[in-house]
């Protein structure tokens, strides 16, 4: 069941923003080999759990990561936390990546690899186990990620769908 997301403005944000990784690619034509540049960057403001993540492709490397960082703006999401965890344990999918996350205690910080430590860095949670499963492509485990933390609900929600209060769950 995909949720339905509100857009939100990035320029009501302090957006900071992360490369996660720079490929270079080659399209074979018929006058040579044309060279350019991947860029995927994750940006977000860790103050108020907003996060997003973009991809941009360019002939120069600057180039490609200022597309990125564009593209990024365009799909933010705001995540559920709490004061500095994420309230449950949650799976995300996609494609043949799996990722766990698991709440921590304080002063755990962030376990967690390359991609997926951009996202938890970018979108505040500093206190975090990750497990990353599957695939080591980025796109798809960031993308995994994403679809972890939109899972996430606080306990407020998770009371009112069930129709209780906070206390008798």
Known sequence: MPAIRKILDPNQFQLKDQVVSINRVTKVVKGGKNMSFAALVVVGDPAT???????????????????????????????????????????????????????????????????????????????VLTKSIGTTNAHNVIKATFAALVQLRDKQTVADLRGKTIEEL
């Open 49 to 127: 759990g907003v996060v997003g993540y973009g991809s941009g492709k360019a002939k120069e490397v600057p180039q490609a990561i200022r597309k990125g960082i564009e593209a990024a703006k365009k799909n933010l999401v705001q995540i559920k936390r709490g004061t500095s965890t994420i309230p449950h344990v949650v799976l995300g999918r996609f494609g043949s990546g799996q990722v766990l996350l698991k709440p921590a205690k304080a002063g755990t910080g962030i376990i967690a690899g390359g991609a997926v430590r951009a996202v938890m860095e970018s979108a505040g949670i500093t206190n």
